[in-house]
């Protein structure tokens, strides 16, 4: 649940890496941190560059601010039975680093989103009304740190089927 839908959330998904190196223990050196991505919903209404869309990805790498083209989408979903797959265009907006993502998948079906950076993947999922449900980017425990992992195919599927049952 997104809570108070009259304030702006940001939906970070389980575990942040700071912006802080992580040790790498077999090296005993900081080692840089992995992309990562969050989802901003409910959008700012007031922000004439995001105004319109459904919800505001924030990329970070260590090394530099992402361009719109380093960062890819898509929508993912099952209508009439069919499983369907529409890639989608992200925008850059007046800030560095966060692009906007507006409705580029049919209103009939079940729906969820995929935005990648690199190796790190969020995972964005819509109630009823179309609106973010949850976002999330699978991560995995590696040396006491969470960090992202691959997304398989059948993740997405079993992601798309638990959003067609609410």
Do not use: C, Y
């Not at 840089?32 to 505001?56: C, M, Q, T, Y």
């Not at 800030?95 to 935005?115: D, H, L, N, S, Y």
């Not at 969020?122 to 997304?151: C, E, K, M, W, Y």
């Amino acid at each position: 649940m997104l809570g108070n839908r009259s304030t702006i959330a940001t939906l970070f998904a389980a575990g942040i890496i700071g912006t802080a190196a992580f040790a790498n223990p077999s090296t005993g050196r900081a080692a840089k941190w992995p992309p990562w991505l969050s989802i901003e919903a409910p959008v700012n209404p007031f922000d004439a560059h995001a105004r319109g869309a459904v919800f505001l990805v924030h990329a970070a790498t260590r090394d530099g601010i992402p361009n719109v083209s380093d960062v890819s989408g898509s929508a993912e979903g099952i209508v009439g039975g069919a499983r369907r797959s529409i890639p989608l265009s992200l925008e850059a907006t007046d800030r560095p680093g966060v692009f906007a993502v507006r409705r580029q998948w049919p209103t009939e079906g079940t729906w969820i989103v995929r935005i990648s950076l690199l190796n790190t993947t969020a995972i964005v999922t819509f109630d009823r009304a179309g609106n973010v449900a949850s976002a999330h980017v699978p991560t995995q425990l590696q040396s006491g740190v969470q960090i992202p992992r691959a997304v398989a195919a059948r993740e997405i599927d079993s992601t798309i089927a638990e959003a067609a049952r609410r």
